[in-house]
């Protein structure tokens, strides 16, 4: 009968290191700058909406004031009144 020999195992066999580590930290390092970037992006999204509200509003009131004629001479158009019937 033939006895296998057994292979001396390897002493202070190294597992893991500073590779995976740096990889691991630079994904964590990526979510956190996206979640910065989308805060970023939704601050100056709310900032534009209330800039484009604004000259909306007095683009519409330079129109009105135009259509109704707020001047000294009256001219523009002027709104019907309702017949009595």
């Known amino acids: 009968m033939?006895?296998?020999?057994?292979?001396?195992?390897?002493?202070?066999?190294k597992v893991g290191g500073f590779i995976p580590l740096l990889i691991a930290a630079l994904?964590?390092?990526g979510s956190l700058a996206g979640?910065?970037?989308a805060i970023a992006k939704a601050v100056n999204q709310a900032k534009a909406n209330k800039?484009?509200?604004?000259e909306v509003m007095r683009h519409n009131k330079?129109?009105?004031?135009?259509?109704?004629?707020?001047?000294?001479?009256?001219?523009?158009?002027?709104r019907k009144r309702?017949?009595?019937v």
């Open 2 to 13: 033939v006895t296998k020999r057994r292979r001396p195992r390897k002493k202070g066999r």
């Open 62 to 78: 330079v129109i009105e004031s135009k259509i109704l004629g707020s001047g000294i001479l009256g001219l523009g158009m002027k």
């Open 27 to 29: 994904g964590a390092l």
């Open 51 to 54: 800039t484009q509200l604004e």
């Open 82 to 84: 309702r017949r009595k």
């Open 35 to 37: 979640g910065g970037a």
